[in-house]
């Protein structure tokens, strides 16, 4: 500071022009910090517009945009910026909404700083239905809103996240652990598989009767605990309404029980397919998708472990948020594995699909 202070000295800056000199400096710095943002959001869908591809219909001040690969509509304000993406064949919904920060200092120096905000549309996602009436009522009470979203409740799940109760009692957020050993063993498999872990209605504490008029019930040494797949469910399902079957099975709209046969059912969008080998390109995920890993645990290929995709973290590194045994429940750090789809970690060399719900 010492050497600095002659050296302005000798500019003989006045009063105005230094405070000229300041405003510049970060008027720059926002700039950056602007363009750093796009890059995470517009970039990747301008990227992928296909030739031609044109305002389709307008809506006040919001123009709608088809572009492929998965087929999806984009909402831009009157500046060109993207605020919200709507694939075809899905319920989520990514809006641009206030900046917020997701971090979990005790296992990671990662943090993941997003504008986007992952919410269920009514119905699935289909071209042109920027113009029904049902769209446009729910678009006007989700732009902007802070209310929680899939990010925000998966983030309830966490180490010290505090717990709040229903009217009735029944905690239905905090601090998750991993299913534990269980010294009542039930037997409980499905379809004459291996035993399954704690699935939401484990972690409720309370049975739950499923569509399909099947009452699964919990075990109290599983109390607060749930597995990949139950983390899932617990989020998407009980707290944001997206149906659930009781089983693996292929009938139903549900999410299925299993991470195995999520990955391999049919609800929402394949964006990236499922295959025996690690995808080479993963720059169509968004946030809110689901990614699929294949574990040692399971033999034959078949899928083990299931998270929710979070975004790029501030080293721009994509990161994931999953329930696991070795970092004792619901994580986006690096203790038993890190969580990231890039490099050669566990989990990134595990990775095998994607889906949008």
């Known amino acids: 500071m010492k050497r600095l202070l002659p050296g302005i000295r000798r500019f003989s800056l006045t009063r105005n022009s230094a405070l000229f000199l300041v405003t510049a400096v970060l008027l720059t710095a926002s700039c950056v910090l602007t363009v750093r943002f796009r890059h995470h959001t ?10 031609g591809a044109g305002i389709q219909a307008s809506s006040g001040q919001l123009h709608f ?20 993406t709507f694939t075809d064949g899905a319920r989520t919904a990514v809006l641009t909404g206030p900046s917020r920060t997701f971090a979990e200092p005790r296992t990671t120096d990662a943090q993941v ?25 729910w678009l006007r009470s989700r732009l902007g809103s802070r209310d929680p979203d899939i990010l925000a409740t998966a983030f309830d799940y966490m180490a010290g996240a505090p717990a709040r109760t229903t009217a009735a009692g029944v905690t239905y957020s905090g601090a998750a652990r991993y299913t534990p050993g269980t010294t009542s063993d039930s037997g409980r498999a499905l379809q004459g598989k291996p035993r399954v872990g704690s699935d939401f209605y484990d972690y409720l504490g309370i049975p739950w009767t499923f569509p399909d008029a099947v009452t699964r019930r919990p075990e109290k040494d599983r109390s607060r605990s749930v597995d990949s797949s139950g983390y899932v469910r617990l989020v998407y399902g009980y ?14 709209s549900g999410l299925q029980r299993t991470a195995d046969a999520i990955a391999h059912g049919r609800l929402g969008v394949p964006v990236i397919p499922l295959t025996d080998r690690r995808p080479a390109v993963i720059q169509q995920l968004q946030p809110g998708d689901l990614v699929f890993f294949r574990t040692r645990e399971l033999p034959g290929g078949r899928i083990g472990h299931i998270g929710i995709y979070l975004g790029l ?4 590194h994509p990161r994931f948020i999953s329930s696991r045994k070795s970092a004792g429940g619901p994580t986006m750090g690096d203790k038993g594995g890190t969580s990231r789809l890039d490099g050669d970690g566990y989990y990134a060399q595990g990775l095998r699909a994607a889906r949008r719900l």
Do not use: C, M, Y
Request: proline fraction near 5%.
């Open 313 to 316: 973290d501030t080293a721009d």
């Open 113 to 137: 700083v997003t504008k986007s905000w992952v919410r269920l549309l009514p119905k699935a996602w289909a071209r042109g239905a920027e113009r029904s009436d049902w769209f446009k009522t």
């Open 42 to 51: 517009d970039h990747a869908e301008a990227s992928q517009a296909s030739p």
């Open 65 to 84: 945009e088809r572009i492929g690969n998965p087929a999806r509509t984009v909402a831009r304000d009157r500046h060109g910026t993207v605020i919200a």
């Open 239 to 252: 707290r944001s309404g997206f149906p659930l079957n009781s089983r693996d099975s292929a009938a139903g």
